[in-house]
């Protein structure tokens, strides 16, 4: 640990020296944690409290450093940037791929951020042949399935972590996370009617529809909302 504070001290006193930048250095405030019968000492276990003034301050004080330190390469950033851009068809779209009884896609268009997620009905049983996709045109009877343009408003991050389809194509789940803390709150849409169902499934890594789509399996245990037909939604309990 000493040689290692020493290159730290070190390079911060050059970035002092060299670009007249004070390093921003998180304080220590020594608390005593105990995980699987060891005991240590964690400095900065006051970090975890995003909500916290002092994390908010320091985390305000790296992003001004970093622009700083950073800022004698912003041409250099933008022409990397409009590089790699000019070579991205941005209006553009996926090969289809068949699930049960539709053909399911993704488009993209110009100036948008995120995908959009579509299908088509297949044609019948022996409809193996994808459709043809043109980017910009939609095809016959073709539905949007998630725009994640739509979903993220008035968001200032937004990921979907997962999403999954009943076989009969009605119900969709699926995830998001609108924090950036790589969980996410899972959500039961019916894709008939737009609506969602009140039953949610917070803080999760991942969640799935078992086959015939009347569970919901999570990595946190096992909740479940009856989605058959036109029923109401049924709560069961959570096993525990």
Same mark, same amino acid.
């Given at each position: 640990?000493?040689?290692?504070?020493? +290159? !730290? &001290?070190?390079?911060?006193? #050059?970035?002092? #020296?060299?670009?007249?930048?004070?390093? *921003?250095?998180?304080?220590?405030? @020594?608390? &005593?944690?105990?995980? #699987?019968?060891?005991?240590?000492?964690?400095?900065?276990?006051?970090?975890?409290?995003?909500?916290?003034?002092?994390?908010?301050?320091? +985390?305000?004080?790296?992003?001004?450093?970093? &622009?700083?330190?950073?800022?004698?390469?912003?041409?250099?950033?933008?022409?990397?940037?409009?590089?790699? !851009? $000019?070579? +991205?068809?941005?209006?553009?779209?996926?090969?289809?791929?068949?699930?049960?009884?539709?053909?399911?896609?993704?488009?993209? !268009?110009?100036?948008? /951020?995120?995908?959009? /997620?579509?299908?088509?009905?297949?044609?019948?049983? %022996?409809?193996?042949?994808?459709?043809?996709?043109?980017?910009?045109?939609?095809?016959?009877?073709?539905?949007?399935?998630?725009?994640?343009?739509?979903?993220?408003?008035? #968001?200032?991050?937004?990921? +979907?972590?997962?999403? %999954?389809? $009943?076989?009969?194509?009605?119900?969709?789940?699926?995830?998001?996370?609108?924090?950036?803390?790589?969980?996410?709150?899972?959500?039961?849409?019916?894709?008939?009617?737009?609506?969602?169902?009140?039953?949610?499934?917070?803080?999760?890594?991942?969640?799935?529809?078992? *086959?015939?789509?009347?569970?919901?399996?999570?990595?946190?245990?096992?909740?479940?909302?009856?989605?058959?037909?036109?029923? @109401?939604?049924?709560?069961? *309990?959570?096993?525990?």
């Amino acid at each position: 640990m000493e040689n290692t504070m020493n +290159v !730290k &001290e070190a390079t911060n006193a #050059h970035d002092e #020296h060299q670009n007249g930048l004070a390093v *921003p250095e998180a304080k220590r405030v @020594p608390k &005593e944690r105990t995980f #699987h019968g060891d005991t240590f000492i964690d400095n900065y276990e006051w970090l975890r409290d995003k909500e916290s003034q002092d994390v908010r301050d320091y +985390v305000a004080a790296q992003n001004r450093y970093c &622009e700083q330190r950073m800022a004698p390469l912003a041409s250099l950033r933008k022409t990397l940037f409009d590089e790699f !851009k $000019s070579h +991205v068809q941005e209006t553009d779209m996926s090969v289809p791929t068949r699930m049960d009884g539709y053909w399911y896609f993704t488009r993209t !268009k110009q100036g948008e /951020q995120y995908a959009v /997620q579509c299908r088509v009905p297949i044609r019948g049983a %022996d409809d193996w042949d994808p459709p043809t996709v043109e980017a910009g045109v939609p095809l016959d009877g073709e539905q949007v399935v998630f725009d994640t343009n739509a979903e993220a408003q008035g #968001h200032d991050f937004f990921r +979907v972590g997962g999403m %999954d389809i $009943s076989k009969d194509g009605r119900w969709m789940l699926y995830g998001a996370d609108t924090s950036g803390d790589e969980r996410y709150d899972f959500r039961i849409r019916d894709l008939e009617t737009g609506d969602e169902l009140e039953e949610r499934f917070e803080g999760i890594g991942g969640a799935c529809f078992t *086959p015939d789509a009347q569970w919901v399996l999570c990595a946190v245990g096992r909740r479940v909302a009856s989605i058959r037909g036109d029923a @109401p939604p049924r709560r069961y *309990p959570r096993d525990r």
